[in-house]
């Protein structure tokens, strides 16, 4: 299965204005040139975040967009979505299990050790979400930032294993062409876009960049 990961979003329904603005931003987004979409909220229930997971879906996959699940591989597994797992979100190979052989798995890693585990391992995830690139306040508990060289150091050990990776964290329009500049296939954005005033020009701008 071939993504463009140039531009990654991961919604934020409190920068969107609440859960029921995710799907408008989404939409504007995807229009300004997002190429993959993530559904993240972690505070709300499994029936709530079914119905954004489902708005969302009903944006996306007519535009050719994929979306990943974040963390909830159940919904996920059951709904036909694409998952991304944490570090404490349980292991690829159980992720594997649920959603079947078709599905992608993204999984965040952070250090040599993470992304060393993940390619060495038997069950291997089909994308890294690498970061943060830069300090963060959308994931409170984030690791130190790695910096453009940290980025590439680990996007390039990924790639010689054949598993992309996508740099996260801190990412904007004045820092995302030295993303580009390294191993990383794309970059995933959250505040960039969904705290913007103006979703599809923010992501334009990103794209443009």
Do not use: W
Request: charged share 20%.
């Amino acid at each position: 299965m071939s993504i463009d990961y140039s531009l990654y979003l991961v919604t934020d329904s409190a920068q969107a204005g609440g859960v029921d603005r995710v799907p408008a931003v989404v939409a504007e987004a995807i229009n300004g040139g997002v190429t993959v979409v993530q559904v993240r909220d972690k505070l709300i229930d499994d029936k709530t975040f079914t119905r954004l997971l489902l708005a969302v879906g009903e944006i996306a996959r007519p535009a050719g967009v994929p979306v990943f699940v974040n963390d909830r591989v159940h919904l996920a597994a059951r709904h036909g979505f694409h998952v991304h797992i944490g570090q404490a979100d349980g292991s690829v190979a159980q992720a594997r299990e649920a959603l079947g052989p078709d599905l992608l798995i993204g999984l965040s890693a952070g250090t040599e050790a993470e992304v060393d585990a993940a390619v060495m391992s038997e069950t291997r995830p089909d994308l890294l979400g690498i970061g943060p690139v830069f300090p963060t306040s959308t994931k409170l508990d984030a690791g130190p930032a790695l910096g453009i060289e940290g980025l590439d150091r680990l996007a390039t050990r990924a790639a010689e294993h054949g598993i992309p990776a996508v740099g996260i964290g801190g990412i904007t329009a004045e820092t995302i062409n030295d993303v580009r500049s390294t191993s990383a296939v794309g970059a995933c954005v959250v505040s960039a876009i969904m705290a913007a005033a103006d979703p599809k020009a923010a992501a334009r701008e990103l794209k443009e960049a």
